[in-house]
């Protein structure tokens, strides 16, 4: 399986301000995907970042409060902008598998609390 | 994607054999239906999948009925370490867009 680095790890921000989240994989995929867990809750995907191509937003998220860069084959970062305390959640990476079965293979997220 | 349907939570004493039921009475004929589990704090991870067939790994087994309208995961020595939410999911092979319900919550206690 990939091996995905995300940082940062955790972070507390306060009201108003961005934080950008950046995920590195150790070897070349297309496709990458960007979730959002909120505290209690299920996963929601945020966006699908495909290399080459501007990132598709899944209903409920913008571009404006969830910039995406996909520079290359191994890196991708999200940036949560402008953020309010119900931004607060576990925000993970995940990459396509590498393997027949697995289909997408996950980072351990960053926790981001906003104050 | 099918709708999946799972109990929102169980309990399974460590050693036992866990069964996770999973409804997805409506999947299509070329949907497969794919298992993760999301231990606290941790990014999911793969369990295993299977399209009609039964399947089996290293980690569990995965019943699937004839009819596909309902599958069950099977833990067949839960540990302590199985203590996780467990997620099933109706998913296109040519799909890697994972929508994750409500999952089971699954307690093993010793």
């Given at each position: 399986s990939a091996v995905i680095s995300q940082k940062p790890s955790r972070d507390i921000c306060q009201r108003g301000t961005s934080l950008t989240i950046q995920c590195q994989v150790d070897s070349q995929v297309t496709m990458m995907f960007w979730y959002r867990q909120q505290p209690g809750q299920s996963l929601t995907l945020i966006a699908t970042a495909n290399q080459g191509s501007e990132a598709t937003y899944e209903s409920g998220f913008v571009i404006d409060k969830f910039p995406i860069s996909r520079?290359?084959?191994t890196f991708s970062t999200l940036t949560v902008s402008n953020m309010s305390p119900e931004d607060s959640s576990i925000y993970l990476c995940s990459v396509e598998g590498?393997?027949?079965?697995?289909?997408l293979f996950f980072g351990s997220g960053t926790q981001l609390s906003v104050l | 994607d099918a709708k999946t349907t799972q109990p929102p939570s169980m309990d399974c004493a460590e050693g036992r054999a866990a069964n996770l039921p999973c409804n997805h009475?409506?999947?299509?004929?070329?949907e497969y239906v794919y298992w993760y589990r999301q231990i606290h704090s941790q990014g999911p991870q793969y369990i295993i999948h299977g399209l009609k067939n039964n399947e089996t790994n290293e980690m569990a087994s995965l019943i699937i009925t004839e009819d596909r309208k309902s599958s069950t995961l099977i833990l067949p020595h839960a540990t302590l370490r199985d203590t996780a939410v467990y997620y099933c999911i109706a998913l296109l092979?040519?799909?890697?867009k994972l929508s994750f319900g409500a999952g089971t919550t699954v307690t093993v206690r010793a």
């Open positions: 520079p290359n084959l590498t393997g027949s079965n697995e289909k | 009475s409506t999947i299509s004929g070329n092979f040519n799909d890697y």
